[in-house]
């Protein structure tokens, strides 16, 4: 008889997807959920809940069949500059204003490579920096101050 074996990658994904679906389906069980032709405040959480618990459930199921590579060491330097970009322009954006605040998140966070060098990461950060205030400010015509207090001419 054959043992039952799992692909590790696999098998921890769709644990993650279960916990997550069945954690999300019971927090929207306390909302009024409605019918699907009034949907109510729980109706589309529960219904996007109830759709990660089964993708879950594949990928789990998935991973008996396949055998994929190990688990490869984690990331960790990319994880320390992509993972607190947000935070930090949540805390920036109103005192230093949108342009400011998203050069210097860009700017750090393009050093989640070990392979970024200064000067194009200087080019990349004015780059997004010019992108996204030509889309969000000039052409969705978006209310938000360029320049906050703090840095104001």
């Not at 999300?24 to 069980?29: A, D, T």
């Not at 729980?42 to 459930?57: D, N």
């Not at 400011?100 to 860009?106: D, K, N, Q």
């Not at 070990?114 to 000039?138: D, G, H």
Request: proline residues 7%.
């Amino acid at each position: 008889m054959k043992s039952l074996t799992f692909d590790s990658t696999n098998a921890l994904c769709g644990t993650l997807f279960i916990g997550l679906g069945c954690f999300f389906i019971y927090q929207c069980l306390n909302l009024e959920l409605g019918t699907a032709l009034r949907m109510g405040p729980g109706y589309f959480p529960l219904l996007l809940a109830v759709v990660l618990t089964l993708l879950g459930l594949i990928v789990l199921i998935q991973a008996t069949r396949v055998h994929g590579e190990p688990l490869s060491p984690m990331a960790l330097r990319g994880m320390a500059f992509i993972l607190p970009a947000p935070i930090v322009f949540g805390l920036t954006v109103r005192g230093m204003g949108f342009v400011p605040s998203l050069f210097l998140v860009s700017l750090v966070a393009a050093f989640a490579s070990s392979r970024m060098k200064v000067p194009l990461a200087l080019v990349l950060a004015v780059a997004i920096t010019l992108f996204s205030v030509i889309v969000f400010s000039y052409a969705l015509g978006l209310p938000f101050e360029r320049f906050g207090p703090w840095v104001r001419f």
